[in-house]
């Protein structure tokens, strides 16, 4: 029989290993856990309802405390925009976060299937109109002059239009960098869902771009930080919605009445195209385990082709796993519910 001191040590040797596992435990954890990026989300809301699911996502991440977000703007003039982004923000409690809009007269892409007036009329939101919005090159100098050096993500899913703007800016109250510059020292890096590959393996007309195409050639021959592209064959492929509006115990959501008044409009029963929604996972939680990256560039021609041409200036996503099981993890990501609900 082992004696009393035998044991009493070799308890103590186990106890002295298990302490130390559970440190080691604790300093992995903590190395792991990454701070919140600090996002400006720039969105042409109305015309499509994935750019619901993309700041679902967005809110979703930052009550896990996986993002920060900054600013959100719209890159679209029809009426119902800013109201739309007012409403999800309070819908996740943060009506606090400032709201630009574009203050000219186009890009005007209007909501045909009627879920953005939907879901205004069914929801609190502070900003009723366009008009009580911030001018978005306003707003975007304004917030990144605030931020530490090369700290920001601006992640884009709509049109170009006020990232040139931006890039063309001058020097203001907020900061004497130009646009250019100040973009150069406080982005690090733009995420967005724009461009495609064709048949060709070369070409491709895509929405976002070729709805402003000389912002879009703006942007892409002069942005001073890298870019990532989540292309138009990515999101095409990827269908979420169906389980978020099957979904009985999610109440009052304006995320779920979005996809089923659109959904319902289309008749359309196995799921909306998760292009935007792609861009945010990406820009948050980096391309893996769902994409891989291929380097390329590219050129936006007059008529707003994007062309693939020699070099490696852009990240271009493609797909490192099957659509359905990324679909199945965005959609779950949609579906997360913020902690305090406001009342309708």
């Not at 130390?20 to 600090?38: E, H, T």
């Not at 199945?328 to 913020?338: A, F, G, N, T």
């Amino acid at each position: 029989m082992p004696s009393t001191n035998y044991l009493l040590n070799n308890m103590n040797l186990k106890s002295a290993s298990l302490i130390l596992l559970l440190l080691f435990a604790i300093s992995f954890c903590k190395a792991q856990k990454r701070n919140p990026v600090p996002v400006i989300f720039d969105t042409d809301i109305a015309g499509d309802y994935d750019d619901v699911g993309a700041m679902a996502l967005l809110h979703t991440f930052a009550d896990k405390g996986e993002a920060k977000i900054l600013a959100t703007i719209s890159c679209n003039a029809f009426e119902t925009t800013a109201p739309t982004i007012s409403v999800i923000n309070t819908y996740f409690g943060r009506p606090e976060i400032p709201i630009g809009i574009l203050k000219k007269s186009k890009p005007n892409k209007d909501c045909p299937q009627q879920w953005a007036q939907a879901i205004i009329a069914g929801y609190p939101h502070n900003i009723k109109s366009n008009s009580q919005a911030v001018e978005a090159v306003s707003l975007y100098r304004k917030v990144l002059a605030t931020q530490t050096d090369g700290s920001v993500t601006i992640i884009s899913v709509g049109f170009f239009t006020n990232l040139a703007d931006l890039l063309r800016s001058g020097a203001d109250k907020y900061s004497s960098l130009t646009g250019e510059q100040l973009v150069k020292q406080k982005v690090k890096k733009l995420v967005s869902m724009a461009t495609g590959i064709g048949t060709d393996g070369k070409t491709f007309s895509e929405y976002n771009v070729n709805v402003d195409a000389a912002s879009a050639q703006e942007v892409f021959k002069n942005w001073p930080t890298p870019i990532t592209l989540s292309g138009f064959e990515i999101g095409e492929k990827i269908l979420t919605g169906i389980r978020l509006v099957n979904n009985y115990p999610i109440q009052n959501s304006p995320i779920k009445d979005a996809f089923q008044v659109a959904l319902e409009k289309d008749k359309n029963t196995v799921g909306r195209n998760s292009w935007d929604e792609t861009a945010v996972l990406t820009a948050i939680r980096g391309a893996k385990p769902y994409f891989t990256y291929r380097k390329l560039d590219m050129e936006i021609k007059d008529d707003g082709t994007n062309v693939i041409i020699p070099g490696e200036r852009f990240l271009y996503l493609q797909l490192a796993m099957e659509p359905a099981a990324i679909a199945k993890d965005i959609e779950q990501l949609m579906m997360h519910q913020p902690i305090k609900k406001p009342k309708r």
